[in-house]
């Protein structure tokens, strides 16, 4: 695969926040860039040489792209994958539009994570009325999840019995769901693999992972974990990248069991809100890799400079007068690095942005980071 050089354009589908970080790294690496977003504000416009305003599956968009860009992205897996197919026959794409459509499908994701020889919760896979009319009892206490279009908790019901899976699962229209056993768990971790061949990978660091109300609230690196077991962490990101044929940055997120066991959670084929702590901690960040693999370059270096915590801000920071958060605390921090998203409107549950501080340990980046955003 030809490498491709400045200062060529680079198309990406998707003009949110991370579309808005890959432009921002893409321009310092010296492309150009074109996004393709029906959104007028889109936030990565502010940084792009393009902003094709369409939606993501309009045709004659995807050909401008395609004869405009001598590769193509995505920023996040919803987009359609037949899209992503369609501008691979005119130009270079990755990750691939089969890619996509695996982390689209929590059915087909965990079908092709158990064929990589990784494990997963248990879990069965809905896809008709007849399918939830079994012995359930392998499954419960367990989540209902929808097959589709789920993320950050959406889709997704808690159930302790089988009457309230079968009547969960009407609520939720009778789709394609997965009812997932709960496991018991110590902590979330995830690791980020970019992958440009069989021979050229890296894997960043692993993060350990809190969320709140299903939305991920703080990354911790390194982990608190055993450096055996993010080793192992790392290395099943890995062998799934290289089952997929993945080219690209893929994010893999993992329960950590009580017994010390990993099994994966799920997986996002892009760069992940639990990677944005390599902007500030690490040789080379996620969206320099997401630049890297499109264009058939060497991986980066991951090496993690200091020990790092990342802080989500969702529209609750926001003051209920619409008047930003009290930003001078983390200005005046001088181990601390804020990231603001560009968006028109704060609401709850809505990332704006985030912040990383780096310290001397995790521990005591953790401590900090909780200070500062108390005092916002």
């Given at each position: 695969m030809a490498a491709i050089l400045p200062p060529a354009m680079l198309g990406i589908l998707g003009g949110g926040q991370l579309g808005r970080m890959f432009a921002v790294a893409a321009k310092t690496m010296g492309y150009r860039v074109t996004v393709l977003d029906p959104d007028e504000n889109a936030p990565a416009a502010a940084f792009a040489d393009r902003h094709i305003r369409a939606p993501y599956n309009d045709p004659a968009a995807l050909r401008e792209l395609a004869d405009s860009c001598a590769a193509v992205t995505t920023e996040f897996e919803n987009v359609n994958a037949d899209a992503m197919r369609e501008l691979a026959r005119r130009t270079r794409v990755s990750p691939s539009g089969d890619c996509v459509a695996v982390a689209q499908d929590r059915i087909a994701e965990k079908a092709?994570?158990?064929?990589?020889?990784?494990?997963?919760?248990?879990?069965?896979?809905?896809?008709?009325?007849?399918?939830?009319?079994v012995d359930l009892a392998p499954y419960l206490p367990g989540i209902l999840k929808t097959a589709r279009l789920g993320y950050d908790g959406k889709g997704q019901v808690r159930v302790q019995t089988a009457d309230e899976a079968r009547a969960a699962y009407a609520n939720l229209g009778g789709q394609a769901c997965v009812l997932e056993k709960m496991l018991d768990l110590q902590l979330?971790?995830?690791?980020?693999?970019?992958?440009?061949?069989?021979?050229?990978?890296?894997?960043?660091?692993?993060?350990?992972?809190?969320?709140k109300n299903g939305i991920l609230d703080e990354s911790i690196v390194p982990a608190r974990i055993a450096p055996a077991l993010a080793a192992r962490a790392q290395d099943m990101a890995r062998k799934l990248a290289e089952a997929l044929d993945y080219v690209g940055?893929?994010?893999?997120?993992?329960?950590?069991?009580?017994?010390?066991?990993?099994?994966?959670?799920?997986?996002?084929?892009?760069?992940?809100?639990?990677?944005?702590?390599?902007?500030?901690?690490?040789?080379?960040?996620?969206?320099?890799?997401?630049?890297?693999?499109?264009?058939?370059?060497?991986?980066?270096?991951?090496?993690?400079?200091?020990?790092?915590?990342?802080?989500?801000?969702?529209?609750?920071?926001?003051?209920?007068?619409?008047?930003?958060?009290?930003?001078?605390?983390?200005?005046?921090?001088?181990?601390?690095?804020?990231?603001?998203?560009?968006?028109?409107?704060?609401?709850?549950?809505?990332?704006?942005?985030?912040?990383?501080?780096?310290?001397?340990?995790?521990?005591?980046?953790?401590?900090?980071?909780?200070?500062?955003k108390d005092t916002l």
């Amino acid at each position: 695969m030809a490498a491709i050089l400045p200062p060529a354009m680079l198309g990406i589908l998707g003009g949110g926040q991370l579309g808005r970080m890959f432009a921002v790294a893409a321009k310092t690496m010296g492309y150009r860039v074109t996004v393709l977003d029906p959104d007028e504000n889109a936030p990565a416009a502010a940084f792009a040489d393009r902003h094709i305003r369409a939606p993501y599956n309009d045709p004659a968009a995807l050909r401008e792209l395609a004869d405009s860009c001598a590769a193509v992205t995505t920023e996040f897996e919803n987009v359609n994958a037949d899209a992503m197919r369609e501008l691979a026959r005119r130009t270079r794409v990755s990750p691939s539009g089969d890619c996509v459509a695996v982390a689209q499908d929590r059915i087909a994701e965990k079908a092709w994570i158990n064929k990589a020889g990784l494990p997963t919760a248990p879990y069965l896979a809905i896809e008709s009325v007849e399918d939830i009319q079994v012995d359930l009892a392998p499954y419960l206490p367990g989540i209902l999840k929808t097959a589709r279009l789920g993320y950050d908790g959406k889709g997704q019901v808690r159930v302790q019995t089988a009457d309230e899976a079968r009547a969960a699962y009407a609520n939720l229209g009778g789709q394609a769901c997965v009812l997932e056993k709960m496991l018991d768990l110590q902590l979330e971790v995830s690791a980020i693999v970019t992958r440009v061949s069989g021979a050229q990978s890296a894997v960043f660091p692993v993060a350990e992972n809190i969320h709140k109300n299903g939305i991920l609230d703080e990354s911790i690196v390194p982990a608190r974990i055993a450096p055996a077991l993010a080793a192992r962490a790392q290395d099943m990101a890995r062998k799934l990248a290289e089952a997929l044929d993945y080219v690209g940055v893929l994010a893999v997120e993992f329960f950590v069991l009580a017994d010390d066991s990993l099994v994966v959670n799920e997986i996002a084929p892009r760069p992940h809100n639990s990677g944005h702590y390599t902007l500030t901690a690490c040789l080379t960040d996620q969206f320099q890799q997401q630049v890297r693999a499109m264009c058939g370059l060497l991986p980066g270096r991951t090496d993690l400079l200091s020990p790092v915590v990342m802080v989500n801000l969702l529209g609750d920071v926001w003051k209920d007068d619409g008047h930003e958060p009290n930003w001078d605390v983390l200005a005046e921090a001088p181990n601390a690095q804020l990231h603001l998203y560009g968006k028109k409107q704060a609401r709850p549950g809505r990332k704006m942005g985030h912040f990383n501080v780096m310290a001397a340990s995790a521990d005591e980046a953790l401590e900090q980071a909780r200070a500062l955003k108390d005092t916002l």
